[in-house]
């Protein structure tokens, strides 16, 4: 089982990549950089790729619909150049409250894009002379063929690896079968390893059924918040917040994906609860309506016998990467918590 940490795409990024270096000594092997309407992650990463040796660097994620799929293919050619090979291009749909409100692309298709974007970033990278007729992209443009514009071009450098890992962030039934069809790997938001044979399970194995054995073992990323210690229940407190944002805010009342996770993990009342206040401005009150179970479920918080249960139910669930939150209020107590999950592991 890989350990892998999200960096907080909201502040402290300089401090935490300059920390890198010990992490990566303790025993992390990778290390994720979102982008949500915040910072771009790209440049992040290279700041990252400069700063570190061994660690692999994932984006987590960028949205297909942001970039062209010839740029992603470009930006994650280029991230495995000035990483020496490092690079996990971790994508996803994001969300319409992201994609349309912030970007203002209509949020269309989001299972065919994402097929059609991972088919042409690997052509790209294999340096083909690109002409590709997809429902959602084509190239050249139909307009452009017949003339000097209309040439099918190829990627003018060489890359480091023809086959950069994909990972994609997926929830929804369609987009894991997806996932596990045509991506290395699959990172899911709200991780509960209970509920991954009732939820994800029928998606997971049709995806696998069609899957090119070429792509290897699905690779299954899952996020925890992690502290250990008898006195350690009450970091719980720190998920609530972004639990409410995502349950609550990321989306319309019927048009929110992360509620409806939330849902088909049997909390439909509660998720209902907190998105009706989180919506009407009260997210202070949809935070601590957030149940407490569904927030020690997602976690790695407690006694060290509560943790090692919890990585054993992840394990038996198919978790290969632990994408970890070490809470703790020094960087020196932050190393020791990455240090014990990886002893934890092995």
């Known amino acids: 089982m890989r350990i892998g940490m999200a960096l907080n795409y909201a502040g402290g990024f300089k401090e935490t990549v300059e920390e890198l270096a010990d992490y990566e000594r303790a ?32 984006s987590g994620i960028l949205p297909i619909y942001s970039r062209t ?32 409100g912030f970007h203002g692309v209509p949020y269309t298709a989001p299972l065919g894009r994402t097929r059609e974007v991972v088919e042409i970033c690997r052509a790209v990278w294999r340096r083909e002379r690109l002409t590709y007729e997809g429902r959602h992209y084509t190239l050249p443009l139909p307009e452009d063929r017949g003339t000097g514009l209309g040439k099918p071009l190829k990627l003018i450098n060489r890359p480091v690896r023809e086959r950069i890992p994909i990972v994609i962030a997926a929830i929804g039934p369609k987009n894991v079968e997806l996932s596990a069809e045509v991506a290395e790997g699959w990172q899911p938001i709200f ?21 090119d054995p070429a792509l290897g073992e699905l690779d299954v990323i899952a996020h925890a918040n992690l502290a250990i210690g008898d006195d350690a229940a009450g970091l719980l407190e720190f998920g609530r917040d972004v639990a409410a944002l995502y349950i609550g805010g990321m989306g319309a009342k019927d048009r929110n994906f992360y509620n409806d996770l939330v849902c088909r993990f049997g909390y439909e ?5 907190v998105q009706d206040l989180y919506l009407s401005g009260r997210k202070a009150e949809a935070a601590a309506a957030v149940p407490i179970k569904l927030l020690e479920s997602m976690s790695l918080i407690g006694p060290e016998g509560f943790v090692r249960d919890r990585i054993a139910a992840m394990r038996e669930a198919g978790v290969t990467t632990l994408n970890v939150t070490p809470l703790a209020g020094s960087h020196a107590e932050r190393l020791k918590l990455v240090e014990k999950v990886r002893e934890m592991t092995l």
Do not use: C, H, N
């Open 27 to 58: 025993g992390l092997d990778i290390v994720f950089v979102a982008e949500a309407y915040s910072f771009d992650a790209v440049s992040q990463m290279g700041y990252i790729a400069a700063k570190t040796e061994r660690l692999e660097i994932a």
């Open 69 to 100: 799929p010839t740029l992603l293919a470009m930006t994650a050619a280029g991230m495995d150049y000035v990483s020496g090979g490092r690079f996990t291009l971790g994508l996803g749909a994001s969300g319409p409250q992201v994609i349309e």
């Open 191 to 211: 991780f509960l390893p209970e509920k991954m044979q009732e939820v994800w399970g029928p998606s997971l194995a049709a995806g696998k059924a069609k899957r």
């Open 269 to 273: 009342a509660e998720a209902e609860l």
